[in-house]
């Protein structure tokens, strides 16, 4: 019985080829092809998931395989043992030992906000 607070879970042995968008955290431990967006939630990759598609969540969790580009608006952690081909756009990034990574990597600390707010904000502040 699934609690409330409990993340969505896509399992081993289910494949997804499109989109997945959704408003709740998400655990993939599947096979998914295509996109995956979680505007404003947290997207964990289990141990046993193999996922091809561009990701973009709040927090991002990688404990398996991962081909594709990556944006968080929070943190990216990729666990030992994860395997991660694209690159990572995110506020902060945790790699462990034995998490293979190739890929650039963009730790914007403005991600948030659009390139307008920034530039208005600095020019108030000098005078």
């Known amino acids: ?10 399992g081993k042995t289910v494949v997804i ?7 709740e955290d998400l655990v993939i431990d599947g096979r998914v092809e295509g996109t995956v ?3 404003e939630n947290r997207l964990t990759i ?4 193999t996922v091809i598609a561009d990701l973009s969540a709040k927090d991002i ?12 608006t ?11 081909e694209g690159d990572v756009q995110a ?16 730790l914007t600390q403005g991600a948030q906000k659009s390139p307008g707010s920034l530039g ?8």
């Open 74 to 84: 929070g943190r990216v952690e990729l666990r030992s043992g994860c395997t991660m």
């Open 37 to 39: 967006h979680l505007a």
């Open 61 to 72: 969790l990688v404990q398996g395989k991962v081909q594709g580009n990556v944006v968080a």
């Open 17 to 23: 080829r499109g989109e997945v968008k959704g408003g």
């Open 91 to 106: 506020i902060r990034l945790a790699i462990e030992d034995n998490a293979v990574f190739r890929g650039k990597v963009d």
């Open 46 to 49: 289990g141990p046993n998931a």
């Open 120 to 127: 208005a904000s600095q020019s108030g502040g000098l005078f």
């Open 1 to 10: 019985m699934a609690t409330e607070n409990a993340p969505a879970r896509i």
